[in-house]
C-alpha cells in the first residue's frame, strides 16, 4: 500500500478562480500485472457489502484479460484483497460493466462472440461458493441486429435495455459505414433470452450511441448519440414503451447540441437520472470557453431539466467545462455519491477526477474540485459513505498495469 498527496483545487465552474484546498490523500491498494490482469478497462460497480468489481484489458492465464472483484478490509484488518472470478479466453475488450440485485455481473464486449460485433455475458457461481462461470445472454450480428454494445441498464422485471454503436443495415445511410447504431432490450425467457430493437438510427437523428441509458420511473429510456461533425450533430434521445398490447416504443429527439460550445461527442458518457429528475452527463469535447484558459474546448458536465407540464423544451445547464486539454475528455459516466455531489472522470492527459457540489442556497455554481490522479483513470468511481473515492487506473502501479487506488479527502 503506497500513499501519495496531490493538491486540489476548486473552482468556480463559471470563472474558474483557484483557491487551494487541503490535499486530499492518495493511496494505491493493489497493482494490477500478471494473474490479477492489466490494464482495467470498465470502472468499478459496488454491491451492497462494499465489495467493488472489474474488468482488466488482458492479463490473466489466456492474456485476454479477466472479471475480478475486490473485498474490503475484514474487521481489524488493513488490506483489500482482490480474487479473479472469470479469466476471459477469447479477445471480448469490455465496454461496460453493470450489477444486478441477485450479485451477477454482466459483461458487454465490443469484440468476440460468433460474428465478431460484440456480446453480452452474464456472470455468476455455478452454485452457492462455486467457481464462477459465464452465459452467453446475446451474440449481435452486426446489420439490423447492431453490434459494439454498451454496458446495459437493468429494469425491474429483469430486462437489459443497452445501446449498440454498430450496424444499422439497409436504414443506415451508406455514408456512416454501417455505424448508425441501436437501442435493444434483451428480456428473459424461460432459460434463454428474447433481443428486440426498439429503435434504428438511421443518421438524422444521431449516430453511435455508447454510454448508459437512463431508465426513468415510467419505463422510459434516456440517451446520447453522437454527430458526424458535420451533417448530423450530437442529440439526447427519450423512448417511452408502448401502451399495454401494442409493441411501438415512441421515440424523440429532447435535446440537440447545436455547435462546439454547447458540447460534442456525449456518447460514452451516457446519462445518469439524479434524484431531482434531472438528467446529467459529459460531454468529451466542446462546451464554454472559460475566458482566460486556453483555446480549446475539451469537455463539460451538463444537465438537463424538463419541461413544465404542458410544455416539451428541456433546458440544458452547463456544470462545468474543462479549462484546459489536461482537464478534458469527459467520456466516462458521472455518478452521485449519499449527499448528491457528482463525481466525473477525465482521461486527456493522465487524467483526473472531478468533484461537483451542488450550489449552497441563494447559488447557483457548482463548486468544482479537482482531483489530480494521473495515470489516465477509468470511470465510473464509487465513493462511500465518508466521501472516500474508489478507483481504477489503466495505468501506473509498480508493473505500469494499472493500479486500484482510494483518494481520501
Request: aromatic share 10%.
Amino acid at each position: 500500500m503506497r500513499t501519495r498527496f496531490f493538491a486540489a483545487f476548486i473552482l468556480s465552474a463559471l470563472g474558474f478562480a483557484s483557491i487551494a484546498r487541503a490535499a486530499p490523500t492518495i493511496t494505491t491498494l493493489l497493482d494490477f500485472g500478471g494473474a490479477i490482469g492489466n490494464h482495467p478497462n470498465t470502472g468499478l460497480v459496488a454491491d451492497a457489502a462494499g465489495n467493488l468489481y472489474g474488468v482488466t484489458q488482458d492479463g490473466g492465464r489466456y492474456g485476454r484479460g479477466v472479471v475480478f472483484e475486490l473485498s474490503p478490509p475484514a474487521p481489524g484488518g488493513t488490506g483489500w484483497t482482490s480474487a479473479v472470478l472469470y479469466e476471459l479466453s477469447v479477445a471480448y475488450e469490455a465496454s461496460g460493466l453493470t450489477l444486478d440485485p441477485s450479485g451477477a455481473l454482466y459483461v458487454s464486449t465490443i469484440w468476440g462472440g460468433t460474428h465478431q460485433n460484440g456480446a453480452i455475458l452474464k456472470l455468476m457461481p455455478a452454485a452457492p461458493g462455486a467457481a464462477w462461470v459465464a452465459k452467453i445472454v446475446h451474440e449481435f450480428r452486426g446489420g439490423l441486429d447492431g453490434g459494439q454494445p454498451g454496458p446495459v441498464t437493468i429494469g425491474s422485471d429483469g430486462t437489459l435495455y443497452g445501446a449498440a454503436t454498430a450496424g444499422g443495415g439497409s436504414s443506415c445511410p451508406a455514408r456512416f459505414q454501417d455505424f448508425c447504431g441501436n437501442v435493444f432490450a434483451l428480456t428473459p425467457s424461460g432459460a434463454g433470452w428474447n433481443m428486440r430493437v426498439l429503435h434504428h438510427f438511421q443518421g438524422s437523428q444521431g449516430i453511435t450511441p455508447k454510454g448508459p441509458l437512463a431508465l426513468g420511473p415510467g419505463g422510459e429510456l434516456y440517451g446520447t448519440a453522437v454527430g458526424d461533425g458535420r451533417l448530423v450533430m450530437s442529440s439526447v434521445v427519450k423512448l417511452v414503451p408502448p401502451p399495454a398490447h401494442q409493441t411501438h416504443w415512441a421515440f424523440s429527439t429532447i435535446y440537440t447540441f447545436s455547435h462546439l460550445a454547447d458540447g460534442t461527442s456525449p456518447g460514452a458518457a451516457g446519462l445518469r437520472l439524479g434524484a431531482d429528475g434531472y438528467l446529467y452527463g459529459g460531454t468529451a469535447y466542446g462546451g464554454p470557453r472559460p475566458s482566460g484558459h486556453g483555446a480549446f474546448h475539451t469537455g463539460s458536465i451538463y444537465r438537463l431539466l424538463p419541461p413544465p407540464a404542458g410544455q416539451t423544451h428541456w433546458r440544458k445547464e452547463n456544470l462545468y467545462s474543462a479549462p484546459s486539454f489536461n482537464n478534458g475528455g469527459l467520456s466516462y459516466p458521472v455518478v452521485f455519491d449519499a449527499s448528491g455531489r457528482l463525481y466525473a472522470t477525465a482521461y486527456n492527459n493522465g487524467g483526473d477526477i472531478i468533484k461537483l457540489t451542488p450550489p449552497a442556497p441563494g447559488h447557483t455554481t457548482w463548486p468544482v474540485t479537482t482531483l489530480e490522479t494521473g495515470d489516465y483513470p477509468i470511470g465510473p468511481v464509487v465513493v462511500d459513505a465518508s466521501g472516500t473515492v474508489y478507483a481504477l487506473t489503466y495505468l501506473g502501479g509498480l508493473y505500469q498495469a494499472g493500479a486500484f487506488i482510494s483518494i481520501t479527502p
